[in-house]
């Protein structure tokens, strides 16, 4: 068989798995948001430059003006718009709310953890941070990893770091709330924790 490809951005597949997930839509968060002024294509006017000619509303004035003046013609449906018919797209100014989130992945790092199941943490941490990424202006990611004990690593560390030895996950949760007191108060960031673990 064939396969079929379509090019697709992050940012539309980001939107496609929270529509397919039923992943609600971001609220903004905390007392002392920041705005940010952003142009938005949302609106027509009748004058602007050619690149910005918005062709089905001016394909329409023209074809309701030659019916109406009784120039069309069934038979030889030809629309010749004229420059009063012309319509461009134009922007607004518009003022939204900034909103940060924040991400604390936490792994158990102990020797039971195979390469396939790190894999797998990588594969859902870059899922994870697309979709946040996508719904956010603003995303700070922090990486604990631990087996008994617990410690905030860089982003390379936590992917390529073994131990041997058991699993404490509690050290990990307590690492968290260390970063979320420091770092992010929840009456300001959207957090988002998430723990790795092959449950052994």
Same mark, same amino acid.
């Given at each position: 068989?064939?396969?079929?490809?379509?090019?697709?951005?992050?940012?539309?597949?980001?939107?496609?798995?929270?529509?397919?997930?039923?992943?609600? !839509?971001?609220?903004?968060? *905390?007392?002392?948001?920041?705005?940010?002024?952003?142009?938005?294509?949302?609106?027509?006017?009748?004058?602007?430059?050619?690149?910005?000619?918005?062709?089905?509303?001016?394909?329409?004035?023209?074809?309701?003006?030659?019916?109406?003046?009784?120039?069309?013609?069934?038979? !030889?449906?030809?629309?010749?718009?004229?420059?009063?018919?012309?319509?461009?797209?134009?922007?607004?100014?518009?003022?939204?709310?900034?909103?940060?989130?924040?991400?604390?992945?936490?792994?158990?790092?102990? *020797?039971?953890?195979?390469?396939?199941?790190?894999?797998?943490?990588?594969?859902?941490?870059?899922?994870?941070?697309?979709?946040?990424?996508?719904?956010?202006?603003?995303?700070?990611?922090?990486?604990?990893?631990?087996?008994?004990?617990?410690?905030?690593?860089?982003?390379?560390?936590?992917?390529?770091?073994?131990?041997?030895?058991?699993?404490?996950?509690?050290?990990?949760?307590?690492?968290?709330?260390?970063?979320?007191?420091?770092?992010?108060?929840?009456?300001?960031?959207?957090?988002?924790?998430?723990?790795?673990?092959? *449950?052994?």
């Amino acid at each position: 068989g064939h396969i079929r490809e379509v090019e697709v951005t992050l940012d539309e597949l980001a939107d496609m798995l929270g529509e397919a997930l039923e992943l609600p !839509n971001i609220e903004p968060k *905390g007392k002392n948001n920041i705005s940010s002024k952003k142009d938005k294509y949302n609106s027509v006017r009748q004058t602007g430059p050619d690149s910005l000619r918005h062709f089905k509303r001016t394909y329409k004035r023209a074809l309701k003006r030659q019916i109406a003046s009784n120039q069309y013609n069934p038979q !030889n449906p030809v629309i010749v718009p004229t420059k009063d018919d012309e319509r461009f797209r134009s922007w607004k100014t518009v003022t939204e709310p900034e909103t940060n989130a924040a991400i604390i992945y936490m792994m158990d790092v102990s *020797g039971s953890m195979t390469d396939e199941q790190k894999e797998i943490v990588r594969i859902e941490s870059f899922w994870i941070d697309t979709w946040l990424k996508k719904q956010y202006d603003g995303v700070q990611r922090r990486y604990i990893i631990h087996d008994a004990v617990a410690r905030e690593v860089d982003e390379d560390t936590f992917y390529r770091t073994r131990e041997s030895g058991g699993t404490r996950i509690s050290s990990a949760y307590r690492g968290a709330v260390k970063i979320i007191e420091r770092d992010f108060p929840p009456s300001d960031w959207n957090i988002y924790c998430f723990q790795f673990s092959d *449950g052994d």
